[in-house]
């Protein structure tokens, strides 16, 4: 193997094989060897295109928005510029200015004090202010828990069964005065009882995903706010969506706030600001109160589609500049004291050590200290999850005296802790797996979860169908059952793909766990990160409060070498015998489509004999000259070719179904009646409601790496055409080369891009608090 010198970029060679079955030139750097393509001139058919920007993307147009894709911020941080809007409860009356110091109460006292009481530094009178900060935070928190007074916090139906009841109680009606309606209809009979796991002779496939069912909505409540859409010249066809979002009393929520259109997702600022004009007129200003809070909660909502949980408090005036707030930081105010976000300086947990040197203690009081900005959302879901990990690793994990049979360092380190992170590779699967078999075989219950479907027939593969499922169907019903509690009846639960996990499910899931469970998160630290906000995995890893095993096995053949090697990032010419690694070198989008094309129908096919159903094309973007769109139009052409009867689609077509925001299966289409479009998922059969057709389903022969994580196929070409050069970092490569088990071919067209984002391009980071928050509940490993 030789390793490309530092910034060196791969170049075809001189030499090709009048022999080989595939023409294209392999590139040093990648792959050494006879390439396996076949040979054609690529302005043969292909469609003529530039390799200049790639075409602006619409809301649908990026399936998992992530902070790991690279692209220009526009005013708002770490929120893409084509992005779509999609702890502790209660509100903290701080500002994120520093608070003055307190001061005597009495005039007469004033000068005395000052001269025998010590100076309160700048950072101790920030901490006292943060300790009372968290004390209102907790005591709104034991507000919310406590019990509801009778009669309070009731309204409409509720308050008027409260006052019939009051009123035949006090003798002031008859009981009959209540009852002049015709009687109740009988109740159904309730469901029989699911069968235990171990009656089950197969495993349990992921159920259909079942059509969304909207809360009903009065006629007259969508008349009331389509009437107001039509005055703030909105879209009628918002209503439904609008009352989804803000209730029955749409209409008039936003008659007095016309901002609040923002909350719903889609709707941009300028919009939002167009609506209000029309509503308000004279009285619609930039400077508006009810402007600002809405803007500061968007701007929060945007980061978390880009994967924070939380923004500093600097980067949201920025933003609320970039939107002509005149005063960013009155704006910011407003928005904390009307609870609209929370603010938080987890950095400031502990009392700072005071120095031997009063002048570093002074100019450490000196440094600025960082606020940050959330959503209660997700400041709940990472406070509970801290939560729930602390309780794992402090509750004695749940034996019953037998002993765990021999095994590795991880199944070692799963004996004596209630949590365990696990990092490796596709062949570190294997070692989490083997936990689930030494835990069964010691006695207890065991089960493994993967991110997706194809993840869990690979675990299954390994631990048995009866103990494999998906992270979903755990948090929906289906495995081992719950106990008395609630709680999974399990003692050891492994989760593969844990980098996949964002801050709300794995929340959900540790809440699920028994106190003694024993869980382990394994997964691979250079994929792309989760689709939703927070980046558990990797903030477990950084907080070191837990053992960490690092698995020492090494992905096989050329594909994993190469893949090991972009892990460090090193792209590193590697030993390709049997044309498991073949680079397609390309002059524009066009010839890249074409290419793509003649690949996956008909040179790998004949060359490696892999058929063009399990060959996955990967490619950056779902826009562009060679995007998903581009090359499904293309490879349906030549693959499937029809009128697109269903909605676009046609019986055998391959599509790529979003069942939710970060969960894409890939099926074939059977066929189509009024319920929606049926697609068969490796023997699974899937409805796709009519009203999401449009949205949520896409042909899936080509895919963003986004879509694809957590799936594999035998073979896999990734599609790297000159426009894509922005959109590449080191996991974007990494997680795309990575789904190749037998096969890769490179169809390269960015020349030094590609070693560059390699070896320098890092994945954006994203801003969490959940490892301050495990520091201030647990002690750091060392």
């Known amino acids: 193997m030789t390793a490309l010198p530092q910034g060196s970029a791969p170049g075809p060679t001189a030499d090709e094989s009048a022999e080989a079955e595939v023409a294209p030139e392999p590139a040093e750097g990648i792959a050494a060897g006879d390439p396996a393509v076949d040979g054609a001139d690529g302005g043969g058919g292909s469609e003529t295109a530039s390799a200049g920007e790639p075409e602006p993307q619409s809301p649908g147009d990026s ?50 004090a000052d001269a025998k009481a010590p100076v309160v530094s700048e950072a101790a009178a920030e901490l006292a202010a943060q300790r009372e900060l968290r004390a209102r935070i907790e005591q709104r928190k034991a507000e919310k828990e406590a019990p509801i007074p009778a009669g309070t916090k009731l309204s409409g139906q509720a308050a008027d069964l409260l006052a019939a009841v009051r009123a035949v109680e006090s003798g002031e009606k008859s009981g009959a005065a209540f009852f002049g309606g015709p009687p109740p209809a009988p109740r159904r009979p309730a469901p029989a009882p699911a069968p235990a796991p171990a009656q089950q002779s197969a495993p349990v496939r992921p159920r259909a995903p079942e059509p969304a069912q909207a809360p009903a909505t009065s006629a007259e409540a969508l008349a ?143 440094e600025p200290v960082e606020v940050l900005l959330g959503l209660d959302r997700y400041a709940l879901a990472e406070e509970s999850l801290a939560d729930g990990l602390a309780r794992l690793l402090n509750s004695p994990v749940r034996d019953d005296g037998s002993v765990w049979p021999e095994g590795g360092e991880l199944v070692r380190a799963v004996a004596g802790s209630g949590l365990v992170a696990h990092t490796g590779g596709e062949a570190a699967r294997a070692e989490s797996a083997a936990v689930v078999t030494a835990a069964a075989a010691a006695g207890l219950r065991a089960a493994g979860a993967a991110h997706t479907a194809d993840g869990q027939r690979r675990l299954a593969q390994l631990t048995g169908p009866l103990a494999a499922f998906t992270v979903a169907g755990l948090l929906s019903g289906e495995g081992p059952g719950r106990d008395a509690d609630g709680a999974l009846a399990l003692d050891v639960l492994v989760v593969q793909d844990a ?76 030993e390709a015998p049997g044309k498991e690694v073949v680079i397609v070198p390309v002059r ?195």
């Not at 928005?335 to 031997?356: H, K, M, T």
């Not at 490179?746 to 980071?765: C, M, S, T």
Request: aromatic share 2%; hydrophobic share 40%.
């Open 63 to 112: 399936e998992t928005p992530d902070a790991n894709a690279s692209s220009e911020p526009e005013a708002e941080p770490g929120a893409a510029e084509d992005a779509q809007p999609d702890g502790e409860t209660g509100t903290a009356d701080a500002t994120a200015e520093e608070p003055e110091p307190a001061v005597g109460s009495e005039a007469a006292d004033a000068e005395a």
């Open 224 to 366: 009331s706010v389509r009437a107001v859409l039509t005055r703030g010249g909105a879209p009628e066809a918002l209503a439904a969506q609008v009352i989804g979002t803000l209730g029955e009393q749409a209409a008039e929520r936003l008659g007095a706030d016309p901002w609040q259109l923002l909350a719903v997702p889609g709707v941009r600022p300028e919009q939002a600001d167009g609506f209000a004009r029309a509503l308000l007129g004279a009285e619609c200003r930039p400077d508006d109160e009810r402007r600002a809070a809405a803007l500061v909660g968007w701007i929060l909502e945007q980061a978390a589609v880009q994967g924070h949980t939380a923004l500093t408090a600097d980067d949201v005036r920025k933003a609320l500049a970039a939107r002509s707030v005149p005063d960013p930081d009155e704006a910011v105010q407003q928005a904390i004291a009307e609870g609209v976000v929370l603010v938080f300086q987890d950095g400031l947990a502990d009392e700072p050590r005071p120095s031997e040197d009063a002048e570093d203690d002074a100019e450490e009081a000196a």
């Open 499 to 574: 980098t996949q996990l964002d801050v709300e499910t794995t929340a959900m899931l540790v809440e699920s766990l028994p106190d003694g469970c024993r869980l382990v998160l394994s997964g691979d630290p250079g994929v792309l990160g989760p689709a939703g906000a927070g980046l558990v995995f990797h903030d477990l890893l950084a907080a070191r409060v837990c053992p960490v095993v690092a698995s020492r096995l090494p992905d096989p053949g050329p594909v994993g070498e190469l893949v090991s090697g972009i892990g460090v990032g090193e792209l590193n010419q590697v």
């Open 588 to 782: 524009d989008a066009g010839e890249a489509v074409h290419r793509c094309v003649q690949l996956l129908a008909d040179s790998i096919p004949r060359a490696i004999g892999i058929p063009p159903e399990q060959t996955q094309v990967i490619t950056v973007g779902h826009g562009g000259s060679a995007g998903t769109r581009a090359l499904n139009a293309a490879l349906k052409q030549r693959l499937n070719p029809g009128p697109g009867r269903f909605g676009g689609f046609d019986p055998a077509d391959k599509v790529a179904y979003a069942e939710v925001p970060g969960r894409t299966v890939i099926g074939t289409v059977v066929g189509a009646d009024a319920e929606g479009l049926r697609i068969d998922c490796a023997g699974t059969p899937v409805l796709v409601p009519k009203e999401r057709v449009e949205s949520a389903l896409r042909h899936g022969w080509a895919l963003t790496a986004h879509q694809a994580v957590g799936m594999r196929w035998p073979a896999v070409v990734a599609v790297l055409p000159g426009d894509a050069a922005q959109g590449l970092n080191r996991a974007w490569v990494y997680t795309a080369f990575g789904r190749a088990e037998r096969h890769l071919s490179v169809v390269h067209g960015v020349d030094q891009a590609l070693p560059r984002a390699v070896a320098e391009i890092l994945p954006a980071p994203r801003t969490t608090r959940l490892t301050p928050l495990l520091h201030g509940l647990l002690k750091t490993a060392e």
